[in-house]
């Protein structure tokens, strides 16, 4: 069976598609279209997905979409008998609800000529992210838990997973949402564009829990049971029509505190002022609360289930800092993050669900080199097409066909103080650079946080940078010893070894980390596996490759950002492309 999941008309748009069970192929919008988050119509992912399988529209025999406008009806109908919305809210859900019943049309637009007989499914938003995340899983029985903004009228789901099959028992209802008090606050603190609530977990270990009880007036975890509840004064969600629209795809969101926060915490924060000890305070504020009511949670599914396996999706599952603590401060003793836990990862969600509801047999996939890949001869042209800007830069191309000899040079590079581009297979699924699709550094260079923030991501100066390890090598250098294939967890470095590894190292001692493995990205192991031996260090420094624009897909992407940047060398599969003034000794 061909099924085809979707996340359409809301941000970060994206297709996967299932053939027969395994997961083949998933991409999100933005990275074809380059706009970030990209909300809409997925008809470039959804084109790529099918042309990467040898398939067309034809062959496709479910459409799988992570939201259902029938869910939940009963308890949208008892708030609104409470709580009377606005016209201008009412009349907006009922265009987005339009839009999202339009994907026949849409197909028909995007692929004109090609006849349609899949049957459209509706999925259920918050079952879609569990499934994102339990059937990769591997776990026969599994908690799982999703925890987000808003999906089909929810912001938390949680059930079962067992042989095969979800079980949802319970849910956190509109207008109570974790995701919706860290986005409002995210807001607060000047940070206004859709998805910035990473910088406010990244702001937070430079400042001190001051203010932990004002804002518990705002959220507390449930006294009784499972779940958590806003206090809706300090919101304006519920009761006034927020806007969401997006402008070439790029979504906006309307802010979503009200103005007793203000009269609370004092003026919010003009997105150009400067960043204070007070807003780091905040900011550290605002991360303790978050993960009092998340573990709370968690504990609370702990008692009513009988195992110690957990699966976690859902945009709150991207807080890499509070998945961290899960082993440490629940009994959960085994935890898979989804790779995508936001929005996007509803697609694979989407799909693996309609898959069991057709009593498909799913196959576990924890790859998430699972996007566009590009041939050495494909690379050539693009380098070709390309020469005269490549000269005009003083830059030099090299094709180096032997691996061993290629990874020797690029580690030597990383080991020398430069800064590498390292395009290579299979684009990653998810929100980060996973070794493919990255930039890579010495980590042990004290100065190199600044270095590539200032002259390469220009971007703000707290931003921090991702280790990765050797897998084997984690329990030698992180005070747990965890598996984490997406940097999905922030984890504690061990005190004698933080000097060693400055540039990856929080400001708290804690680094974000991706284990790698010869199994999953045998290249990327070896790049690792080489650093060490030169620098005694089974650890490079990682980040996205991409200057405030989405992750590169295509070799021209990673090549326009190298030559527009202060880029040292960027390895596109076997090719090099070097500054003349950067070499290798």
Not at 158 to 173: E, H, L, Q, S, T
Not at 240 to 252: H, K, N
Not at 315 to 344: E, H, M, W
Request: hydrophobic share 45%.
């Amino acid at each position: 069976m061909i099924v085809l999941g979707l996340n359409a008309f809301h941000a970060d748009s994206a297709a996967a598609l299932l053939v027969d069970g395994r997961l083949v192929a998933a991409v999100e919008e933005e990275r074809f279209r380059r706009i970030k988050h990209w909300a809409g119509f997925p008809s470039q992912a959804i084109d790529w997905c099918l042309s990467s399988a040898g398939l067309s529209l034809k062959d496709v025999d479910v459409i799988a979409v992570n939201t259902d406008p029938k869910a939940g009806r009963l308890a949208r109908a008892a708030y609104s008998v409470r709580h009377l919305p606005s016209p201008a809210m009412v009349l907006d859900r009922l265009r987005a609800r339009r839009k999202r019943m339009s994907i026949e049309q849409h197909l028909a637009v995007a692929f004109p000529g090609q006849v349609c007989r899949a049957r459209i499914r509706p999925i259920e938003h918050h079952l879609a992210h569990l499934a994102s995340a339990y059937y990769p899983s591997g776990f026969d029985r599994a908690v799982a838990l999703s925890v987000d903004g808003f999906g089909d009228f929810a912001s938390a789901a949680w059930g079962v997973g067992i042989n095969g099959r979800i079980a949802v028992d319970g849910k956190v209802r509109f207008p109570h949402s974790l995701g919706v008090f860290y986005q409002a606050l995210t807001q607060y603190l000047g940070f206004p564009h859709y998805g910035d609530e990473y910088k406010v977990m990244g702001l937070a270990p430079y400042g001190r829990p001051t203010q932990v009880e004002a804002l518990s007036k705002l959220v507390q975890p449930a006294t009784r049971g499972i779940g958590f509840a806003l206090d809706t004064r300090y919101f304006r969600h519920h009761r006034e029509r927020i806007a969401y629209d997006w402008e070439d795809g790029s979504p906006m969101f309307d802010r979503l505190y009200s103005r007793e926060l203000e009269a609370l915490l004092g003026p919010a924060r003009d997105p150009k002022a400067a960043l204070t000890q007070q807003h780091m305070d905040l900011a550290r504020s605002v991360q303790t609360v978050f993960e009092e009511c998340y573990l709370s949670m968690i504990n609370a599914l702990s008692k009513e289930y009988d195992t110690d396996a957990l699966v976690v999706a859902g945009g709150c599952a991207q807080n890499s800092v509070a998945n961290g603590l899960i082993t440490q401060r629940t009994p959960f003793k085994r935890v898979y993050v989804a790779a995508a836990g936001y929005d996007a990862g509803g697609a694979v969600g989407a799909a693996y669900a309609a898959a069991a509801l057709h009593n498909e047999a799913v196959v576990p996939e924890r790859s998430a080199y699972l996007g566009p890949s590009y041939s050495d001869d494909q690379i050539a042209q693009e380098l070709e097409s390309h020469r005269d800007e490549i000269e005009a830069a003083g830059c030099t191309v090299a094709h180096q066909p032997d691996e061993s000899l290629l990874i020797a040079d690029a580690a030597k590079r990383i080991a020398a103080g430069q800064v590498v581009g390292w395009f290579q297979g299979r684009l990653e699924w998810g929100p980060r650079a996973l070794g493919n699709r990255s930039i890579l550094a010495d980590p042990r260079r004290a100065d190199m946080k600044d270095i590539i923030n200032q002259k390469i991501k220009r971007r703000e100066s707290f931003r921090p940078f991702a280790p990765s390890i050797l897998r084997e090598a984690v329990a030698d250098w992180f005070e747990q010893d965890e598996d984490v294939p997406y940097m999905s967890m922030v984890l504690p470095i061990r005190a004698a070894r933080r000097e060693q590894i400055p540039a990856v190292t929080h400001v708290d001692g804690s680094g974000r980390l991706q284990t790698v493995d010869a199994e999953h990205n045998p290249r990327y192991a070896a790049l690792i596996a080489e650093f060490a031996r030169l620098a005694g260090v089974p650890i490079v420094l990682n980040t996205s490759f991409n200057e405030n624009e989405p992750v590169v897909c295509r070799p021209v992407e990673a090549l326009q950002c190298m030559l527009r940047t202060e880029m040292d060398v960027v390895f596109l599969g076997n090719w090099c492309v070097s500054r003349r003034a950067a070499s290798a000794s």
